[in-house]
């Protein structure tokens, strides 16, 4: 099992960390042209959110535009990249949370907004609700003003025989074992402020029921942000990091149980894993020190410290450092 990993920020400046998914990754693909591209994307992804912070703008603003980097990568399980429902649809989930004053936004089974973050950030500061699901998102999405994209522009073909794939397994009975057309990506952050916030956008689980929503846009279940503890964005088996309230639960051990970051992410991704519910999180606390720990094969995930260069991995592996 890979081992727990803390990354120290050396000084009171910014930290962000983002993921792309945790799930079966077969390293005989560690070299491949994909591996080299998924690298790529990590690393576009922390460098548009430290952009913003090495400004002086804000983790909300790192968090979400980290995100949205990822969502226009159709590598990845969000946005453009989303895999297919049974019924051969595409439905979209994401929130973000502030950990200032517990401020969120999310949506749920959405198809059309280009980038789902920026739908639930749009729910945040431009509703008085949380979450906002299908019909009612979109038509809340379209009054805002947030920018839609046409059908085709989700429609990866990747994604599609993994739906295929997918649906003659279940037809023949074979066992499966974990799935590879699953994902989500996410981003916590930490600013010069010392102000935290956290996103998660998925495209769900390939051949999902329509209609079935996972742990990403649930606050407290895939994300959470509270500045006098830490901030979370997940990426598993949805059902169980909702059932078990896995990114509250990290932050709610190091408010009561007085653990450390390093030890309440590991202890809460060990605890889903002994009861079938693989997965990962990253997670940055109030002092800057970040948490990556997974329990699957790999996890698309990556760094970033002030004054720092990028660093990017999949496996329980060093780092790729990059610009």
């Known amino acids: 099992m890979p081992q727990p990993e803390l990354i120290m920020s050396s000084h009171p ?13 077969p390293r005989e693909d560690a070299n491949s042209s994909r591996t080299t591209s998924h ?12 952009e913003i912070l090495m400004v002086g703008g804000n983790a909300l603003d790192a968090v979400t535009q980290a995100v949205a980097a990822l969502e226009d990568d159709p590598l990845f399980n969000a946005g453009r990249g989303s895999v297919f429902t049974a019924a051969g649809t595409q439905e979209m989930d994401a929130s973000v949370m502030d950990g200032i004053e517990h401020r969120a936004g999310a949506v749920a089974g959405i198809f059309g907004p280009r980038n789902p973050i920026l739908a639930a950030r749009a729910v945040m500061e431009r509703s008085n609700h949380v979450l906002l699901i299908a019909e009612g998102a979109l038509a809340f999405c379209r009054a805002q003003g947030i920018v839609f994209a046409e059908p085709g522009y989700f429609y990866d073909e990747k994604r599609w025989r993994q739906l295929q794939d997918d649906l003659e397994e279940r037809r023949t009975g074979q066992i499966r074992g974990e799935s590879s057309g699953h994902g989500t990506v996410g981003a916590v ?11 998660t956008s998925t495209g769900g689980m390939t051949g999902k029921v329509a209609g079935r929503v996972g742990d990403s846009p649930i606050i407290g279940a895939g994300t959470y942000a509270d500045n006098a503890t830490c901030a979370v964005s ?4 949805g059902e ?11 932050a709610a051990r190091l408010r009561y149980a007085r653990q450390s970051l390093e030890r309440a992410a590991r202890e809460v991704i060990d605890g889903l894993a002994a009861i079938g ?12 020190a970040l948490a990556l720990p997974f329990s699957t094969a790999g996890m698309y995930r990556g760094y970033v410290l002030e004054g720092e260069p990028i660093c990017t991995a999949i496996y329980d592996e060093p780092y790729q450092i990059g610009s």
Do not use: K, P
């Open 234 to 237: 997940a990426t598993g088996h």
């Open 277 to 288: 519910g693989s997965g990962g999180v990253v997670a940055v606390d109030h002092s800057g």
């Open 13 to 25: 400046g910014f930290a962000l960390a983002v993921h792309g998914g945790a799930g079966t990754i």
């Open 240 to 250: 169980f990091f909702m059932l078990y309230g896995a990114a509250f639960e990290v």
């Open 189 to 199: 952050a930490r600013d010069r402020c010392g102000n935290l916030a956290a996103a």
């Open 39 to 50: 690298h790529e994307g990590l690393r576009r992804a922390l460098a548009a959110g430290r």
